[in-house]
């Protein structure tokens, strides 16, 4: 392609060459290309899986959760009124608690009707002992709100689901088809508020996990 640039005497003169020096630097470029490489392997260390039960607890009490070991709903059951306050509202979307909470499993509702909730009792398919999470999708949750607009959150998660470090986790979830998936961490927590800690600020006021099995 030619171009045009003017002269001292104000005279268009034709700027040559422009389009093959532009080709020359392609044809350089082309002819310079790196040798092909494969893909780095990124295969990562597992975590150790045997001590995962004893970090989690260790990480989620350290973060502001609790956690009980239990063998059945009926300890479940009992420890419940014992550390909450039973004669409010109790919402679960496990039918094993359904005699003493409010049955949830995802029913057309009114939104508004669930502002009071002081307890929500969901199951989680598993936790991470490297930062005290669960992970739970909205089929578990009941209505996508459940677990955050209670003032307090339990979790039961099988005592043999509990994976290492967050590489496990993404693994675990990685192929899986879901709506809507979250980790949840300990209670909510914000410092933003004249730099000092605050429990609850946007979610629920305390977390408690209950190993089962």
Request: hydrophobic share 40%; aromatic share 6%.
């Given at each position: ?83 909450f306050d039973a004669s409010k509202r109790v919402v679960s979307t496990l039918p094993q ?38 992970w739970v999708t909205e089929d578990l949750m009941g209505q996508r709100v459940l677990p ?66």
């Open positions: 392609m030619n171009q045009e640039i003017q002269n001292p005497a104000n005279q268009k003169l034709p700027l040559q060459g422009a389009g093959g020096a532009r080709e020359k630097i392609l044809a350089a470029v082309l002819q310079n290309q790196p040798a092909l490489q494969n893909l780095p392997d990124i295969t990562f260390v597992k975590g150790d899986v045997e001590g995962a039960q004893e970090r989690y607890i260790t990480t989620l009490t350290t973060i502001g959760g609790k956690v009980f070991k239990v063998n059945s709903f009926d300890e479940i059951k009992a420890l419940i009124p014992t550390h608690l359904s005699d003493i909470a409010e049955l949830n499993q995802g029913e057309p509702i009114d939104p508004h009707s669930l502002e009071d909730i002081e307890l929500s009792i969901i199951r989680a398919h598993f936790g991470i002992a490297e930062n005290g999470s669960v955050f607009i209670c003032q307090h959150l339990a979790v039961v998660i099988d005592a043999e689901n509990i994976v290492p470090t967050m590489h496990e986790a993404y693994q675990r979830i990685g192929l899986i088809k879901y709506g809507f998936g979250t980790f949840i961490a300990g209670p909510s927590k914000t410092a933003d508020i004249e730099q000092s800690l605050v429990l609850g600020a946007h979610g629920p006021r305390s977390m408690t996990v209950f190993l089962l099995g």
